[in-house]
C-alpha cells in the first residue's frame, strides 16, 4: 500500500500539538511527510520542515504559498493538517477544502457557528473528508463503549456525566504569564475559556459515546481567579435530542487533577466509566450484577475497538495512539473506506455551537437554551 | 468515667439504621442502651428493646410513653436517638428537646423550613444539644479536611465540587418494589426525592469542610425512569457566603457506582479529594506540588482527626465508626467538652431550607435562587 | 439475648491492642466488660479497669489475682482475652483454660512448639474455646473467599500469592527507640524478628482461604539494616498439604507501604485478590472471563460473609469490626453455635511451628523443610 | 537530521512483535524502513515487505540474503532488528555485527551462556551497538527511579522486589493450544518456560533501576498444570552485588492478572513503585514522609526521563513508545550521543547466565548458586 503524502500547517518547532500530529501520521506507516509549513516566521518554518525530511521546494514559508505550492503538483499532499493558531483554523480550513485537498483540522473548528456552517456546507459540496481532531475519542474502549451503546447493551441511554478538569492553571501568581493568561481575554481567546479549550472535548464525547446529540443547555460559569474576564470553571447541564440527562464539570483551577477527563454513562440495562488517564480500560457493569473491567485487547470487543489496537492486552496505548487512530481513520477514508467514527465538520460545528450557547446562558442565569446550530435545527 | 444512659426511638429489628446506631453508641462504651421505644407495633418493640438488654419497665410501647416514662425518673436517659420515619422527627425532637433531653435526630430533621426553625429556636432556648446525623462529617479524614481549611493549608477555597450518587434503583423493573418506590412517591417523600436523600448529605458536607454557609444555588432535577414523580437524578450548582462556587451531583440511577460519596476542595494553595468508600485517606496536592496520599493515623494530623480515630495507620475504619464518632462528640459535649465539628439543628434546618430551595429553582428552569432559611438570612 | 461476661488481661492504657478488643467486645452487645486485670503495675491497673465500669471487686492487680478471684463466682466471665506481652501468652492460657475458662489469646499463641502442642492438648481435654486472634481472617469478604474455595468456585487451588509489608521499621536512624528495637532483639521477641510479627498472618490467612495447612517451606530471611540480629525482611516459600504451591513476602523495611497485607489465590477455573487496606472488596476472574469486583454487602455472597456484615454495601467496615467478627463468632460458640472459621489453637501452633521452621531454613540456605507441629505429622 | 535506514529480520505479516518494531521505529521519525527478510516463506516475506513501501531489490528471502545484499551497499541500513524465532538470535545477530551492522535483538539474545559472552565479546571487538529489547527499561519512569537512585535520592537500595505475572496460560483446557505449549516444551523453549519468557525482564528491570548486577540467587520453580515440564511458576530470591536482597515471582497461571509487571525498590531513605500497567506514574514515598505520585512530564523530573517523553502530563503513553523510546536511544548512539540506559549484550548475557542459574537452583532444592556468566566473575 503506497504510503500517502501530508502536509502539514503549523505544529512548528516547541509546540506541544506538533509532536503528537507527526507522531500520530507517521507511526502506523500510512503517511509521509511531504510538505509544510510549519512557523509563522517564514524562514525558521522552511528550516525546520526541512530538517524534518521535507523536499526544500514543499518547505513553505506559509500556508497561501503552501495552497500554490501543492495544488498544481501531481503529487499532491493528499492530507492538510491545520495546527495553528484558532483564529486562523476557519480561513485555511476553507482554502484547502475549496482546493479540493482532504483537512484535518485542530479544535476549535471555526470561531463563529456560522463559519462552521459555511465549512460544513464546503465539506459537503467538495465531497472532502474535513476531519476535527477529538483524539479522545479515538481510543480503541471509547470506540468499545459507543458501539455497545449502538448495539443496545446498556439499553436506552438515561444519563451522561462527563468531567474534564485539571489544576495547571490554579495558580494566581501564574495567572499573568502570557502562557496561560491569553485563554482568559477575549481579545485572544474569544468567548470562551475553559469551556471552549477543555469542555467541548467531554461534550463531543457525551455526543458521541452515546451517538445523539446536544439539543439544548444550561451553564453556569465562574472566573474563580479574579483578574480573569472568561471562565475558569463551568458546569454545564444538558439534554441529548432522544432525552437523555447530561453533565459536565470542565475547571483548569482544580489542583491536583492532572488530566481529569472521563465520562460515565448509565442506561437503562447498565452502566460504564471510562477514564482518560486509564484509557485502556472501561468499566462496566449491568444492571444487578456485578462491576466488570474490559480491557482493551480482550477477546470479543467489538470490532471498532479492535482494529485500533496494536499491541496485545494490558499493554498499554496512550494519547499520541489515540492521535494515530485518527489519521488511520483519515487514511482509510482517502483511500476509500470510510470510518464511522471519524469526527467530521458537523461535530466541530456542533461544538461552537454549544459554547456560544453556553456563554449565553451563563449570562442569563443559567436559562436553559437551544444549543443546536440553525442549520441542524 | 460513669457511662450514659441512652435511649433509641425506632430503629427497630429488620431496620438499616438501628444496628449502625446501637453499634455507633455502644462502641466506644461511653453509653449504655437504657430505654427504648423500638417498633411501631408497640409490643414487638418492647420485646425487641428487652432482647437488647433493656429493663422491662423502659422497654416502651412508644416514644409518648418513652417520654412519660423517663422525664420523672432520676436516672433518666441522657441522650434520645430519633429514628423513625422521616415526617416524625420534627414532634419527637421538639417533644424531647422541650423535656429537656438532648437529642440526636437522623437526618431529615424536618420536612419544613418553619418546623426546622422551630426546632433551632428550642435548642437554643433549651440549652441542650440537638444534633444531626450528618455521620459522614465525623470520619477522621473529613475531619482533617476541614481543619486544614481552617487553618488556611490551601487558602481561600474558590471551588468544592462533590457527588453522591449509587445505581441501586436504576432497575426499572424494581421501581414498583415498595422500598424504592416511596422514594419518589411526594405522598410519603416529600418534595424531593433524590436530593433530599443523598443529597444534602453531600451539600452538608461541602459546608462542613469549607467551614462556610451555602448562600443561593440552581438545580436541574430529572426522573429518569419516567414512571417517578421525583427526581432521581440532580445537579445543583451553588455559591457559599464567602464565593466559593460548589457544584454537586446526586443519582440513584448511576448504574455501577454503589455508593459514590465523594468531594474535592480547591483552594488558592492547594486542593485534596476525599471518598467515602476510601475513608481513611485523603489525597492533597499542593499548587505546583505533587499529589500526596495523606494517612488516617500518620504523624502530624490535626488534633480534630486524631481523636477520632481508634487504631494505627493504614488499619481501616469504616462507616459504624464514623457514626460512633457522632457519639464520642456527643458524649464529650454531655460531659461539658463541647465538640465543634458536631452537626447541629442549625445545619439540619440549612439542609431543609437548601432542598425546598433546589425544588423551587428546578421547576423554574434553574433560576438562581436564596438557598438560606429566612432566619439566618 | 443476656450479655457475657467478658475479662481482659492486658490492654491497659496507652497499648494498641488493648482498644481494638474493647471494641471488638462492645460493639455488637454481646459482651459486658466484667473483670480485667490490665496493667503489669497492679494499681494502675485497677484504676484504669473500674474507669472502664469495671466493679472494683473485679478490678485486679494481675492475672493470677483474676484468676482466683474469678474462678469462684455464679457469675464468672465466660471469655477470658490475653493481651499481654508474648512471653506470657502461654502460661496465662494455660492457666484459665484449665480453670474452665474460654479463651482469646493474642497471636503469638506462644514461644515454643512444644507449647503449643500443650496447649492445643489442653483446650481438647477440657473442651473450651482456645481462639487466637488471626482477626484479619474475620473480615467478610475474606469469609467469601473461603467459601469460594470450598463450594469449588475456582477449582483446585494452584497458587497462592500473600505479603505483608510496611515500612514502619525502615528508618534506621529510629531502629534504636525501644518500641521498635525489641522486634529484632532474640532477648525479647524469640527466634524471629517480620516474619513472627506479620508474616504469620499472611501464611495463616493461606491456609486458612485454601483450607488446607502448610507441610514444608523454604525460607530467605535478610536484615536490611545490619544492627538488627533478626531479620526485618523475609521470604518464604511453602507447599500445602494438597499440593498448592505458596509465596509469602514479609517486610518492615518497605518504605512506602502502610501496611500492605494482600493475598492472590489462583485455582484451576479462577483466580481472586484481596487486600487489607480495601477490605470491603473481593476481586475475583474467572478463567477466560472479566475481573469482577466482589462487594461486601450484594445480593448472593455466601452466609458465612453475610452474616458479619453490619451495614449495607458501599458503607466501609474496617479493622476494629474484623476484630469484633472473631468476638461475634466466640459469643456464638459460647451459646452453642460453633462457628467454623474462628482460629484455634490448632492454628496457632501450626504458627509457631511455621516460624521455628522458617528460622532453620534460612538458617540451612533455604533447605526445604517439614513446617508441621511434630502432634500433626 | 537525515532518517536512518533500517532493515528488519522477522517480525512478519500476523506477528505480535512486528508491528510494535515498526511503530517504534518509525514513530518519531528516525528511521526509514528500508530492506527487510519479514517472513521464513521468502516470497511471503519479499510481498510483505514491499507492502511496507520497501524497494523490491531490498525485500529479501531470508536473512543471509539480506546480508549479501546489504553489506555492499552504499546505502546500506544502518540497523538490523532480529525479532525471528528466539533459536536463531545467536547466529544472525552474531553474522551481522560482524558484517559490521548495528543490530538491535529481540530477547533472549541467545540459548547458552557461551553463545551470550561470545556476542558481548564481538559487540566489543567490532565497536558496533547490540541492543536487547529489554523495552519496559525504556519508559521515562523507569528511567527516572533509575536516575533517582543513581542521584542517591533514596540512599543505598536495601530491597528490590518485582513480579511480573499474568494469567493467560492458566487455563488448562487450553494448554495443548500449540501457541501456549511450546513455551513449557523444552525441546521448543529451551531449559525455562515463565521465568525466561517474562522473569528474566523483571530481573533486568531489579538491575536497571538499582543499577547494579545479580550476583548469586536460590530458585523455586513450579508446574502447576501438571502436564507441562518447564515451569509456569517461578520465584526467584537474589543479592545484586552491593548486597542488595531481591525477590522475583513470576508466574502466567495467575488468573486476573493481565501483565502485572511491577517493580518496588526500598532504599535507606525512601521507596518506590512502578507498575507496567500505569506507567506514566511513579510513586514515591520518602521515610518518615507521605506517598507521593511523581507523573511523567511534572516540572523538575531528571534529564533521562524528560528526553523520553513527548506530550504533556497526564497524557498517557504505552508499550509501543517504550519500544519507540529504544529505537531513540539507537538513534542517538549511532549519531555518535551514547545513550547510557539502553540495554547491550551484557545485559542479554547476564539475563542468559541468570536464566541457567534459577533452573541448576531449583533442581537443587532452591541452594543458593552463583549466577554471574563466567566472563563476569
Redesign the interface.
Known amino acids: 500500500?503506497?504510503?500517502l503524502n501530508w502536509g502539514m500547517i503549523g505544529g512548528g518547532q516547541g509546540s506541544?500539538i506538533g509532536?503528537?500530529h507527526?507522531?500520530g501520521a507517521?507511526?502506523?506507516?500510512h503517511f509521509t511527510?511531504a510538505a509544510g509549513a510549519l512557523d509563522h516566521r517564514p524562514d525558521v518554518g522552511r528550516a525546520y520542515a526541512q530538517?524534518?525530511?521535507v523536499a526544500p521546494d514543499r518547505a513553505y514559508g506559509d500556508w497561501t504559498e503552501m495552497l500554490a505550492g501543492e495544488r498544481g503538483r501531481a503529487d499532491r499532499v493528499d492530507l492538510v493538517t491545520v495546527a495553528t493558531p484558532n483564529a486562523t483554523h476557519f480561513e485555511i480550513t476553507k482554502a484547502f477544502l475549496e482546493a479540493g485537498f482532504h483537512v484535518l483540522c485542530e479544535k476549535p473548528m471555526t470561531v463563529t457557528v456560522e463559519e462552521g456552517e459555511e465549512i460544513v456546507r464546503i465539506a459537503e459540496k467538495t465531497g472532502k473528508i474535513c476531519a476535527v481532531n477529538y483524539c479522545y475519542s479515538a481510543y480503541p474502549m471509547v470506540r468499545q463503549a459507543r458501539a455497545m451503546v449502538r448495539a443496545g447493551d446498556?439499553g436506552r441511554v438515561?444519563?451522561v456525566?462527563t468531567n474534564f478538569s485539571?489544576?495547571?492553571h490554579?495558580?494566581?501568581t501564574d495567572a499573568e504569564n502570557p502562557r496561560v493568561r491569553w485563554r482568559y481575554d477575549p481579545a485572544m481567546a474569544g468567548v470562551s475559556g475553559q469551556f471552549a479549550d477543555c469542555g467541548i472535548h467531554a461534550l463531543h464525547m457525551a455526543s458521541f459515546i452515546c451517538d445523539d446529540e446536544v439539543e439544548k443547555l444550561?451553564a453556569?460559569f465562574?472566573s474563580?481567579?479574579s483578574s480573569r474576564v472568561l471562565e475558569d470553571?463551568a458546569?454545564v447541564?444538558f439534554r441529548l435530542s432522544r432525552g437523555t440527562?447530561g453533565?459536565l464539570?470542565t475547571?483548569s483551577?482544580?489542583?491536583?487533577?492532572?488530566?481529569g477527563f472521563d465520562i460515565?454513562v448509565?442506561?437503562?440495562t447498565?452502566?460504564?466509566?471510562w477514564a482518560?488517564?486509564?484509557?485502556?480500560q472501561l468499566?462496566?457493569?449491568?444492571?444487578?450484577g456485578?462491576?466488570?473491567?474490559?480491557?482493551k485487547g480482550?477477546a470479543g470487543l467489538y470490532e471498532e475497538a479492535k482494529r485500533l489496537s496494536?499491541?496485545?492486552?494490558?499493554?498499554?496505548?496512550?494519547?499520541?495512539?489515540a492521535v494515530a487512530n485518527i489519521y488511520c481513520d483519515i487514511a482509510d477514508a482517502i483511500r476509500g473506506e470510510a470510518r464511522d467514527g471519524l469526527p467530521t465538520a458537523a461535530s466541530g460545528l456542533r461544538s461552537m455551537a454549544a459554547v456560544h450557547t453556553a456563554v449565553a446562558s451563563a449570562k442569563a442565569?443559567?436559562?436553559?437554551m437551544d444549543a443546536r446550530p440553525p442549520m441542524f435545527r
Open positions: 500500500m503506497a504510503k506541544q509532536p503528537a507527526r507522531l507517521l507511526a502506523d506507516g511527510l530538517s524534518l525530511g446498556i438515561r444519563l456525566v485539571h489544576g495547571h490554579g495558580d494566581a444550561s453556569d465562574a474563580t481567579i470553571d458546569m447541564n440527562v453533565r464539570w475547571s483551577v482544580a489542583i491536583g487533577r492532572q488530566h460515565q448509565f442506561g437503562e447498565g452502566g460504564f466509566r482518560s488517564e486509564q484509557p485502556n468499566i462496566y457493569t449491568p444492571v444487578g456485578r462491576t466488570q473491567i474490559i480491557e480482550e496494536r499491541v496485545a492486552i494490558a499493554h498499554p496505548e496512550g494519547f499520541p495512539l442565569g443559567g436559562a436553559w
